[in-house]
C-alpha cells in the first residue's frame, strides 16, 4: 500500500502528516508506526499524526508515538497538524479540532507557519522532592539544573523516566534553568520517543506552570522559553490555584513531502 505523507517540524520536534480523512489507512499496527518513524530505515519522526474527520469539529487529530504506541497529547503535534490543515485548505487562520485529551481551539499566521494551541486548564501540581509534577496533556517531571547546556540529558532522563516512581506508566522529564534573555532554558526527554527531542510542547508548557507555581507568580503570565529547537512561548493565567486560558505558541512548518510503500 503507498501512503502519501507530509514532514512537519515545530522548533525541531518533527511529525509524519497523513490525511487520512476519507478513512482508507488502518493506523492500528504499532510495528508499521514504529518503522516509519525510524530515522535510519523509515522517514523519520518523533511521532505520527492522522489528519480525520471529525463530526462536530474542522478535524481529529490521532497521534501515534515513535515507539508506535497510541499517545498522550503531543503540544508540537497539535501546533503542526494545524498548520497542516490550513495547508490543506480545511482552515483558515482559527480551528477547533478534537485530540485524545480533549477539544482545542488554535490560531494560525496568515503565513501559516506561526500557531497559538490553546492547552487544557491545569489545577493540580504536586510535588517529588524538589521536582514538580504535573499534566498537561501529557505526565511531566519539572526540575531545575546548572550548567544544561552540557547536561546529559539522555542519562538523567532516562533514569528518572525508568525509576520505580514513573516506570509503569513513563513520564516526561524536564530539565530547566534561567536563559541568560529572560525566560527559561528548557531539555526534555520524552516518554515513547524514548530520548531527548528538540522540543517538547507539553513540556515547556509544563514548565512554564511550574516555573510560576514555584515563583507565585499571579496574573497573567508570557513566558519566553528556548529549547534546542528554538524559541516557544506561553501564555496563561493563574490565580494561585489553577492555570487557565493556556496557550502554546510557536513555530510549524513543512519540511517535505512524498509517497512511502508499505506492507498491508
Known amino acids: 500500500m503507498k501512503i502519501h505523507f507530509y514532514k512537519y517540524q515545530g522548533a525541531g520536534n518533527d511529525f509524519i502528516m497523513v490525511d487520512n480523512r476519507d478513512n482508507t489507512i488502518n493506523h492500528s499496527n504499532p510495528n ?5 518513524c525510524d530515522r535510519r530505515f523509515g522517514i523519520g519522526g518523533d511521532g505520527m499524526m492522522f489528519l480525520q ?8 487529530m490521532v497521534y501515534y508515538n515513535a515507539d508506535g504506541k497510541p499517545s498522550s497529547m503531543c ?3 497539535g501546533r503542526c497538524i494545524v498548520a497542516f490543515a490550513k495547508f490543506l485548505g480545511i482552515i483558515d487562520t482559527e480551528t477547533d479540532f478534537l485530540a485524545v485529551d480533549g477539544p482545542h ?3 494560525i499566521s496568515e503565513s501559516g507557519d506561526w500557531v497559538s494551541l490553546q492547552m487544557i486548564d491545569v489545577d493540580t501540581i504536586t510535588r517529588d522532592n524538589a521536582a514538580y509534577v504535573l499534566n498537561t496533556g501529557s505526565p511531566h517531571y519539572v526540575t531545575f539544573a546548572n550548567n544544561l547546556a552540557s547536561k ?3 542519562a538523567d532522563g532516562h533514569a528518572i523516566r525508568n525509576n520505580d516512581t514513573y516506570k509503569a506508566n513513563g513520564i516526561n522529564v524536564n530539565f530547566v534553568e ?15 520517543v524514548e530520548d531527548e527531542t528538540f522540543a517538547c510542547g507539553t513540556g515547556v508548557t509544563a514548565v512554564a506552570l511550574a516555573m ?3 515563583h507565585n507568580q499571579t496574573g497573567s503570565n508570557n513566558t519566553p522559553i528556548k529549547v ?3 524559541d516557544m512561548n506561553i501564555r496563561f493565567n493563574y490565580n494561585g490555584n489553577s492555570f487557565t486560558d493556556i496557550f502554546l505558541e510557536g513555530p510549524a512548518k513543512q519540511v517535505f513531502e512524498g509517497d512511502v510503500i508499505i506492507s498491508d
Request: proline share 2%; glycine share 18%; net charge positive.
Open 32 to 36: 508499521i508506526i514504529s518503522s516509519l
Open 178 to 192: 534561567p536563559a541568560e534573555k529572560g525566560g527559561y532554558f528548557v531539555r526534555t526527554f520524552e516518554r515513547g
Open 105 to 107: 481551539h488554535a490560531k
Open 152 to 154: 546529559n540529558v539522555y
Open 75 to 77: 503540544g508540537n503535534g
Open 228 to 230: 534546542l529547537g528554538g
Open 53 to 60: 474527520q471529525k463530526e462536530g469539529y474542522d478535524f481529529e
Open 212 to 214: 510560576a507555581k514555584h
